[in-house]
């Protein structure tokens, strides 16, 4: 049972590359979720979706697409890359089966926009 | 609007008890959860306050007072491996199923 996975752990990325971040659950979990997190920032929500096939925005959405084609799946793309959008992403899922507020993190991707 | 405060930084010693605030203000409300984060780490779920009151995990205690829009929790008999972050977070802000995190208490454990 490997929990949240995260593809890849590290990236440098040029202005204006474009780049698809990966987030895999074993868990069956309904819920998944894309996070930000920037020193002193806190972890800000950029998208989540509460099932296959549906997402919705964050509270930093812009800059960003998201995708849930399978239940364990949820891709984060930049399309754009730009400086601004250096920070750790961090996914997490949960299930409203359980105690939805418990939700389970994977390690995080640092990612670098020169 | 909506904010969480708590203090950025909290310093203790082994062995000491430590609270740490979490204070309020969201559109919507449905509980109140504390997640760790060890430097470099991923966020780990603690603790979920949904009604008034204290609950009880080992070590770690939360509580709730909803009228108040407060919180805390409460870590006993400090150990160094403590030294991390401590987030509060809402649930019921921005949609049922999503949270909003507080900035984070960075708590120091020395010896």
């Known amino acids: 049972n490997a929990g949240v996975t995260q593809t890849p752990k590290f990236r440098v990325l040029k202005t204006g590359q474009s780049m698809t971040l990966l987030c895999a659950q074993d868990?069956?979990?309904?819920?998944m979720y894309w996070y930000r997190q920037d020193p002193g920032m806190g972890l800000r929500l950029i998208h989540y979706?509460?099932?296959?096939?549906?997402?919705a925005k964050g509270e930093v959405p812009d800059g960003y697409n998201v995708s849930r084609l399978k239940k364990q799946n949820f891709l984060l793309g930049l399309e754009s890359a730009a400086p601004s959008q250096t920070s750790v992403y961090f996914c997490?899922?949960?299930?409203?089966?359980?105690?939805?507020?418990?939700?389970?993190f994977g390690p995080g991707t640092r990612l670098t926009v020169l | 609007g909506q904010s969480l405060e708590q203090p950025s930084e909290v310093t203790a010693v082994e062995g000491a008890i430590v609270q740490i605030n979490c204070t309020y203000q969201t559109s919507g409300f449905y509980g109140l959860s504390w997640y760790q984060q060890h430097d470099g780490g991923a966020p780990t779920f603690l603790s979920y306050n949904a009604l008034d009151g204290l609950e009880e995990t080992g070590r770690f205690s939360s509580f709730l007072s909803r009228s108040d829009s407060y919180g805390y929790l409460l870590l006993q008999e400090l150990q160094m491996k403590d030294s991390a972050s401590y987030f509060c977070?809402?649930?019921?802000?921005?949609?049922?199923?999503?949270?909003?995190f507080g900035k984070g208490t960075m708590l120091l454990v020395s010896p």
């Open positions: 868990m069956n979990h309904e819920y």
């Open positions: 997490a899922s949960s299930s409203p089966r359980d105690n939805y507020n418990e939700q389970f």
């Open positions: 977070a809402v649930s019921g802000n921005s949609g049922y199923s999503t949270l909003t």
């Open positions: 979706s509460v099932g296959e096939g549906t997402t």
